[in-house]
């Protein structure tokens, strides 16, 4: 049984950071490309990041971008996201998905394993 679990949440102020964690179980981690989401109250989910099998390609949201980092342990199957400079804006329940492919374009990845979520508040 594949299991995504995320963990690394909490309440941080303003331009603080957080670095959230996506354990893996259940699949061959290295064989996965992972993605993380975010849903907002009332908001749709939005991509926030992506990270290829080796962890040599990656791609990020605009609004994240130079904030945010995306990285990978593959021995311990493992998806970091590094979280800096954060706003009340990133507010949200960030999820951790896998997807057997990785394109740039994180509409054509097939996410099809998702995690429960782990919720990011911002102060401001």
């Known amino acids: 049984q594949v299991q995504l679990v995320e963990s690394g949440g909490g309440l941080v102020q303003a331009g603080g950071s957080l670095r959230l964690s996506c354990a893996a179980s259940g699949l061959t981690f290295s064989s996965y490309a992972v993605g993380w989401f975010r849903q907002a109250p009332g908001k749709e989910r939005e991509f926030v990041a992506a990270?290829?099998?080796?962890?040599?390609?990656?791609n990020y949201a605009d609004s994240v971008k130079g904030r945010f980092t995306i990285s990978r342990d593959n021995t311990k199957s493992t998806v970091y996201l590094q979280m800096n400079s954060l706003k009340p804006e990133d507010t949200a329940l960030y999820y951790c998905?896998?997807?057997?492919?990785?394109?740039?374009?994180?509409?054509?990845?097939?996410?099809?394993?998702w995690g429960q979520g782990t919720q990011v508040t911002v102060s401001s």
């Open positions: 990270i290829a099998w080796s962890g040599g390609l990656t």
């Open positions: 998905a896998a997807s057997p492919v990785y394109y740039t374009d994180p509409r054509r990845m097939d996410f099809r394993f």
